[in-house]
């Protein structure tokens, strides 16, 4: 009997074991030919770039590699004495990823809210670098850096710390620590458990009580570690509500901030001007998602010669500026208010809201049994 692969160039000649697997992987073929007719119809406004897309996967690979070998040194230096001499030189051979191929394989990554704010950070970290290089001097942050007052020198300090080890993540292939939000790192942490079970498990023949104890106990003693408070997005809110307290978070510090690649900051401004959390803000303000910016600068009431300023910045070319200023001048501030309200709500409610709202649309009348 002749059978041939999903790409059709192979053929090989099998029996009803070889029929069967096929059979069992047909939903494989399904995922193929479906990944193909997204890939050409998806629109071009829609697409990655390459930059986009290997930037994204390089991120990945550099976050499941940090938790990763946070866990493997935590069982080596606390659970040793569970393990097989040969489990713990495996565990020790940090040149050999265990968990990446399986969370690969088991597409476990494929998650809807990493891979949104990953490619919202690798937008920031893009623009920020052009912005650096082309721009003014970085006189803001000296400045705040040298602020007479030691909560906003203080605080400007921790974010420079913060901005640092952002491009440190970007940059160096195995990290200490991560720079995830609380959620997403309790998600992370818990993927590469399991990864590194399945792999003591299934390769090493460890006993399942045994790794699962272990394991247990480094994911908690890993996140524990974890702290939210240092991520960019953190430190940055710090800030801008110590500026905002001082009555500092004004037009002119959006413009300079926006303007000298510091964008955490800007984002931060805007976020505490108008009452929204970092991640509200940045969909709003910042490339891929920052269709909202004229309408969030208009309800902040901020001057139309600096939002003109802000959004020739960010603007991907004439036309689009033309419109949002056009935008700007058709909108009242009452309406502007009104418009970025759903977008004050918490997060998870927000959120909630969205999945509920698609949920009903795909019944039709939500009120159908």
């Known amino acids: 009997m002749i059978a041939e692969d999903d790409d059709g160039t192979a053929v090989s000649r099998v029996g009803a074991g070889r ?9 494989h073929g399904g995922r193929k030919r479906l990944a193909v007719l997204v890939d050409l119809f998806l629109p071009e406004s829609m697409r990655l ?17 940090a938790v990763e070998h946070d866990l493997r040194q935590r069982l080596i230096t606390s659970h040793a004495a569970r393990f097989t001499p040969e489990i713990l030189a495996a565990l020790g051979s940090a040149r050999v990823p265990i968990a990446l191929p399986l969370l690969q394989r088991a597409r476990a990554l494929h998650d809807v809210e990493l891979v949104s704010l990953l490619l919202a950070r690798v937008e920031e970290q893009r623009l920020s670098g052009v912005l ?19 909560a906003v020198s203080g605080a ?18 195995v990290l200490a620590r991560t720079d995830l939000p609380a959620d997403l790192q309790y998600r992370l942490v818990w993927w590469v458990a399991a990864a590194l079970r399945e792999y003591l498990t299934r390769q090493h023949g460890a006993d399942h009580g045994v790794a699962d104890t272990a394991l247990m106990d480094a994911a908690a003693a890993s996140l524990s570690s974890h702290d939210e408070g240092e991520t960019l997005e953190s430190s940055s809110m710090q800030l801008a509500y110590a500026l905002a307290e001082r009555g500092r978070l004004d037009d002119s510090l959006l413009q300079a901030a926006c303007q000298e ?22 969909s709003m303000a910042l490339p891929p998602f920052g269709e909202r910016l004229i309408v969030l600068l208009r309800a902040l009431d901020v001057r139309r010669d600096v939002a003109g300023a802000v959004a020739q910045i960010l603007s991907a070319d004439d036309a689009d500026l033309i419109e949002q200023m056009s935008a700007y001048d058709d909108l009242t501030r009452v309406r502007a208010l009104e418009l970025i309200q759903p977008w004050q ?25």
Do not use: N
Not at 54 to 65: A, D, M, P, Q, S
Not at 132 to 150: H, P
């Open 156 to 173: 400007a300090m921790a974010m420079l710390i913060a901005e640092s080890r952002r491009h440190f993540l970007f940059e160096e292939p």
């Open 49 to 65: 770039s390459d930059y986009q897309r290997v930037t994204i996967k390089r991120f990945i690979v550099r976050l499941v590699g």
């Open 132 to 150: 650096r290089r082309d721009g003014e001097e970085t006189r803001l942050v000296e400045a705040l850096l040298a602020d007479s007052d030691e």
């Open 261 to 282: 690649g510091r964008l955490s900051l800007f984002v931060a401004a805007l976020a505490v001007r108008g009452g929204l959390d970092f991640e509200a803000a940045r």
């Open 19 to 27: 029929l069967l697997a096929d059979a069992a992987r047909g939903g």
């Open 345 to 369: 709500v918490d997060t998870g409610y927000r959120a909630a809201i969205a999945a509920l709202s698609a949920g009903l649309a795909e019944r039709g009348d939500g009120w159908a049994a």
